[in-house]
C-alpha cells in the first residue's frame, strides 16, 4: 500500500510538472529562420564573393601560371627526354620541383589568405543578419527565434526568413 501511494504521488508530481512545461511553452512565442537560405538570398553575400575574387585575382593567376609551367616542363621532360642530357634531364628535374614547391608555398598561403578574408567578411554580414533577427524579435515579440534546422515542424506564420532577408537587403 505504501508503494502504491509513492507512486500514485509521483505521478501526480510527474503529470504537473509536465502540465506546467506545457503551459509555459504555450505562452512563449517562438519563430524560426533558416540561416543558410538567409545567407544565399542576401546580396551582400554575392558583393562580398565578388570582392573576395576581385581582391585575389593576382594571386590566383599567379598560382594558375606556376601550374602551367609546372605541366610543361613535365609534358617536356616526357617529350625530349630521350634526346636529353643527363645534365639536362637532371637540371630539368630541379626547375621542376622548384617550380612544385613555389607553387605549394604560394597556394598553402593563398588559400589561408583567401578562407581568413572571407571568414571575416562572413562575420560581418553574419552581424547583419543577427541585428535583423534581433529587430524582428523584438518587433513581432519573440520570445526565442530558432535555426530552422534545429526545428522538425514550424508553422508557416513563424518562419522569418523572409523577413530577415527584405531588411538585411535593404543594409548596406
Given at each position: 500500500?505504501?508503494k502504491?501511494?509513492?507512486?500514485?504521488?509521483?505521478?501526480?508530481?510527474?503529470?504537473?510538472?509536465?502540465?506546467?512545461?506545457s503551459?509555459?511553452?504555450?505562452?512563449?512565442?517562438?519563430?524560426?529562420?533558416?540561416?543558410?537560405?538567409?545567407?544565399?538570398?542576401?546580396?551582400q553575400?554575392a558583393?562580398?564573393?565578388?570582392?573576395?575574387?576581385?581582391?585575389f585575382?593576382?594571386d590566383?593567376?599567379?598560382?594558375?601560371?606556376?601550374?602551367?609551367?609546372?605541366?610543361?616542363?613535365?609534358?617536356?621532360?616526357?617529350r625530349?627526354g630521350?634526346?636529353?642530357?643527363?645534365?639536362?634531364k637532371?637540371?630539368?628535374?630541379?626547375?621542376?620541383?622548384?617550380?612544385?614547391?613555389?607553387?605549394?608555398?604560394?597556394?598553402?598561403a593563398?588559400?589561408q589568405?583567401?578562407?581568413?578574408?572571407?571568414?571575416?567578411?562572413?562575420?560581418?554580414i553574419v552581424?547583419?543578419?543577427?541585428?535583423?533577427?534581433?529587430?524582428?524579435?523584438?518587433?513581432?515579440?519573440?520570445?526565442?527565434?530558432?535555426?530552422q534546422q534545429?526545428?522538425?515542424?514550424?508553422?508557416?506564420?513563424?518562419?522569418?526568413?523572409?523577413?530577415?532577408v527584405?531588411?538585411?537587403?535593404?543594409?548596406?
Open positions: 500500500m505504501n502504491f501511494i509513492k507512486t500514485v504521488a509521483c505521478s501526480a508530481v510527474a503529470s504537473s510538472l509536465l502540465l506546467a512545461s503551459v509555459m511553452a504555450a505562452d512563449q512565442k517562438i519563430a524560426v529562420v533558416n540561416f543558410q537560405e538567409v545567407m544565399g538570398k542576401i546580396p553575400t558583393t562580398v564573393m565578388q570582392n573576395l575574387e576581385t581582391e585575382k593576382d590566383k593567376a599567379v598560382l594558375a601560371q606556376l601550374e602551367k609551367d609546372i605541366k610543361y616542363y613535365q609534358e617536356k621532360k616526357k625530349d630521350s634526346l636529353m642530357s643527363a645534365k639536362e637532371e637540371d630539368l628535374d630541379v626547375q621542376i620541383t622548384t617550380l612544385y614547391q613555389d607553387y605549394q608555398t604560394k597556394g598553402k593563398f588559400q589568405a583567401t578562407s581568413l578574408r572571407k571568414n571575416e567578411e562572413t562575420n560581418k552581424a547583419l543578419v543577427r541585428q535583423a533577427i534581433d529587430s524582428i524579435a523584438a518587433k513581432g515579440k519573440y520570445d526565442i527565434v530558432l535555426e534545429a526545428v522538425v515542424f514550424a508553422k508557416p506564420d513563424a518562419i522569418i526568413t523572409d523577413k530577415v527584405e531588411q538585411v537587403s535593404k543594409l548596406k
